[in-house]
């Protein structure tokens, strides 16, 4: 086939056209805001709004205080302002905020919520999602089968799935030992999520994690996927909120500078690919940055089932302090704290920072940029 002329399909997701099958990732800790997400949907993909720390983000950048519904709520009407469709990300990891961003982005007309980090079993019962997508993010088929038999308890099943290989940014679903597994590859991932897509109504299935060029998204594509999601190219664009070091540690890194962190890690309990010489990773390797959290975002069950347990917050030995750190990323608190970067393992590829009307039109096959260091 001639990748040159090959058009990508449009992706339909519970009745709505995206013109190009792209969903840009949702990604905390404000790397997409309304500025990314409106760009996307703008562009012709599914912009995605991360709400992990929002309210604090948001409440400094607007100089006005936001609690965590207001703010999904605002970042998310933002984004669809200039037309398109958008949504946001909810990880579970954040338990305490959970409910409130998925209640401000519905409220707010999202076209999708998608959500991972743990398996979001009860999404559908926090509101009637009315149009709005709900979207689980998976690493196997057993989590997926898991969410449709929950789900459909609740009378309700995916509207989409997005499967995350064990090659993207962020937090990853995937033990240390099961990372570098010939099966657990996105493309061995992908037949039996499809098959079981299939069961339960044939709703889309997008593939993540890696996805690095348009003809790595035909290449998908021609697999039977749906769409794909891409956070690493899109962190790398004029209109993510991630500070301009942050972007400029991603062009300088090399292949070897992307390492997956585990101890010390996240204190969700999941790997976390970081770039290995930012300022945070640095110091915790050392484990000498003392426990100082004061924002609780994070939080895992304790012995009675609430969620009042943080890692790094008792003591940095094993942890880094990810709320901290991810927020200086985007700017939030420099001064005060050491950055933590995070990048998909293809980051290295990346030589500059590109508009995200460029990266869509080299994404959909319509400008050769940026492709190759
Ligand atoms: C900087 C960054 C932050 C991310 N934050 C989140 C997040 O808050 N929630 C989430 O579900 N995924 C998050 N991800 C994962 C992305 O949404 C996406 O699925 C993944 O990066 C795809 O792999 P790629 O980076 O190789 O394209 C993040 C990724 C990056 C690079």
């Known amino acids: 086939m001639d990748l ?3 058009t990508l399909p449009k992706l339909v997701i519970k009745g709505k056209t995206m013109p190009y099958p792209i969903v840009q990732g949702g990604m905390g800790v404000g790397v997409s805001l309304a500025p990314l997400a409106g760009a996307v949907a703008r562009e012709g993909g599914l912009g995605i709004v991360s709400s992990a720390c929002i309210d604090r983000v948001i409440s400094k950048r607007d100089g006005k205080r936001y609690n965590s519904y207001e703010a999904a709520y605002a970042e998310v009407a933002l984004s669809k302002t200039s037309g398109g469709y958008a949504g946001i990300n909810v990880m579970g990891a954040l338990a305490r905020d959970y409910n409130d961003s998925v209640k401000g982005a519905l409220d707010a007309g999202a076209d999708a919520v998608i959500s991972g980090a743990g398996l979001p079993v009860s999404l559908p019962s926090i509101q009637n999602p009315k149009d709005t997508a709900l979207i689980p993010i998976v690493s196997s088929v057993r989590a997926l089968e898991i969410i449709c038999k929950k789900w459909e308890k609740l009378g ?21 030992d099961q990372i570098d597994l010939e099966e657990n590859r ?45 956070g690493t190219r899109f962190l790398a664009t004029d209109e993510s909120s991630a500070t301009a070091e942050y972007k400029q540690a991603v ?55 609430k969620f009042t347990v943080c890692h790094a917050k ?25 950055p933590l970067y995070t ?24 400008l050769a940029v940026n492709s190759a260091k």
């Not at 499967?163 to 990853?172: D, M, R, S, T, Y």
């Not at 060029?213 to 594509?221: A, W």
Request: aromatic letters at 8%; proline letters at 7%.
């Open 251 to 305: 062009i300088d890194s090399t292949e070897d500078d992307i390492f997956v962190a585990n101890d010390p890690g996240s204190p969700c309990g999941l790997p976390f690919r970081v770039l290995k010489h930012c300022p945070m990773y640095a110091s915790a390797l050392k484990r000498l940055r003392p426990p100082k959290c004061d924002k609780g975002y994070v939080l895992l069950k304790d012995k009675e089932g």
């Open 186 to 230: 996105l493309e061995n991932l992908f037949p039996p999520v499809k098959d079981v897509a299939r069961k339960y109504g044939d709703f889309p299935v997008i593939v993540a994690g890696g996805i690095y060029s348009y003809e790595d998204i035909v290449s998908f594509i021609k697999m039977g996927a749906d769409g794909v999601q891409m």
């Open 4 to 6: 040159a002329k090959q």
């Open 343 to 366: 990048v998909g393992q293809n980051a290295y590829r990346i030589n500059k920072i590109v508009s995200v009307k460029d990266l869509m039109e080299e994404l959909t096959g319509r």
């Open 314 to 338: 008792e003591s940095n030995a094993h942890h880094f302090c990810i709320c901290n750190g991810l927020l200086s990323s985007a700017g939030y608190n420099p001064d005060k704290e050491e």
């Open 156 to 176: 309700y099943r995916p509207d989409a799935v997005v499967l995350e290989g064990p090659l993207a940014g962020g937090h990853l679903g995937f033990r240390m």
